[in-house]
């Protein structure tokens, strides 16, 4: 059911919402480099009642709100890093920081967070149990930031966890809710081919690294088309191919690199394994080595059904059923996930497209901007669903 004092006090601080959103817009900064991003989160949350503020690492910042009652443990999490993007929007609040721009949306999510923490921590006696906010630096830069909170002991007693990116596809007013599989593991590789370089008129004193990787980049794609099961979604992408420098030489070596992104960390093994296989028997069929490195990025994000029950429930409550949008998981990837390994929980999408307002540019362009009362929107759904998921 929508609280109308929840509600209303979320309408009151609307104003002061946008305006740290505006702050932070105007003054983006890197990941791990957010000095003055956690010192305005750190400074804005000691304005509040009842928190407990520490600084888990360097750039991060956790607030604690024990509740008069016991019961279980919420941790919400906002990312509060900026982008290596030259901002082309011209508003009031454009970056200064030439070449860094909050091209994703992250303002806003500290400036929900910074909402979210104000009014509950206005209600610390009707809390039962904790809810701890997150401010979570470099979630853009892998490894990530979220990683090193976990490893500090910020989820240490956490019982389940939310988060929510602002999503320009889904237009304002909706909010896209999946259960399972919503994002998936962004992992790299870097494979070298070691040939014998020679003449480009004598071949056959040669090994050819060229031809050889490029049997390499076809037989790669058997893997997604012959390997996985078709109802699995699986990427394997070769996005990079580099070797050679002249036209009468054939190169002694070539780099090819890549991604792969999927949903479960089993398959991960799996295409790790037959990747190495194939690059490893071309690569002898024609006499050549090579080197294979493959890097796990962050888990892939797989949202828990119970939590996720909650946060649709919200949603219907707050806005009705036309509000949950028809959404598919997606090949990005999120550090998120490094939290969900250590409780359950749900990563929703908080739509802020709005064709009209020209904020439907797509995430990480640098016309990049958000619908204003989406920050309400998420403000809202915080805020109920803590309460919820806390009482449940
Ligand atoms: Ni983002």
Redesign the pocket.
Known sequence: MRNTEFSNLVEEIQDEVIGWRRYLHEYPELSFQEDKTAQFIYETLQSFDNLEISRPTKTSVMARLIGSQPGKTLAIRA?IDALPIQEENSLSFSSKNAGIMHA???DGHTAILLGTAKILSSFQHRIKGEIRFLFQHA??LAPGGAQEMVREGVMNGVDMVIGA?LWSPIETGKFGVLSGPVMSSPDTFTITIIGLGGHAGLPHQTIDAIAIGAQVVSNLQHIVSRKVDPLDSVVLSVTKFAGGSALNIIPDSVELAGTVRLFSTEQRIIIHELMERIVKGITEAHGASYTFSYNNGPDPVINDEKTTYVIEETVRELWGDQALAQMKPNMGGEDFSAFLGKAPGTFFFTGSGNRDLGTDYP?HHPRFDIDESALKNGVNMFVHAAFKLLNH
Request: hydrophobic content about 0%; proline content about 0%; glycine content about 12%.
């Open positions: 990312d994703c949306g992250h979630e853009e990116h995430h």
